[in-house]
Nanobody, 123 residues
Framework: QVQLEESGGGLVQAGGSLRLSCEAS????????LAWFRQAPGKEREFVIA???????LAADSVKGRYTISRDNNDNTMSLQMDNAKPEDTALYYC?????????????????WGQGIQVTVAS
């Protein structure tokens, strides 16, 4: 059974930076796509950014130029570097994993989910 665990959340001032990490355990195998979603209070869970097994990236328009995703297939880890944080980035951030043919923004393409980690951007 694949399990995902997020770490690194917390409080950051607007304009600041924060780094999130996700560690996957279990038999992920090749082709495992990792992604970040987020959910703000009272809102739907939304796609943030994803990285395919070979490093191809898909990012939401709202985070392009500010968020960078990276992964290490040897360690089964993924990181999200959040720069120039904005108050509207405040949300519970979820690590997600699955086997779509390419990185997608669709929640249903991801089978495995972490518990979520809080990110708060203070204005």
């Amino acid at each position: 059974q694949v399990q995902l665990e997020e770490s690194g959340g917390g409080l950051v001032q607007a304009g600041g930076s924060l780094r999130l990490s996700c560690e996957a355990s279990g038999p992920t195998g090749s082709g495992f796509t990792l992604a970040w979603f987020r959910q703000a209070p009272g809102k739907e869970r939304e796609f943030v950014i994803a990285s395919g097994y070979t490093g191809d990236v898909l990012a939401a328009d709202s985070v392009k130029g500010r968020y960078t995703i990276s992964r290490d297939n040897n360690d089964n880890t993924m990181s999200l570097q959040m720069d120039n944080a904005k108050p509207e980035d405040t949300a519970l951030y979820y690590c997600a994993g699955g086997y779509p043919q390419r990185p997608t923004a669709r929640r249903n393409d991801y089978t495995y989910w972490g518990q979520g980690i809080q990110v708060t951007v203070a204005s």
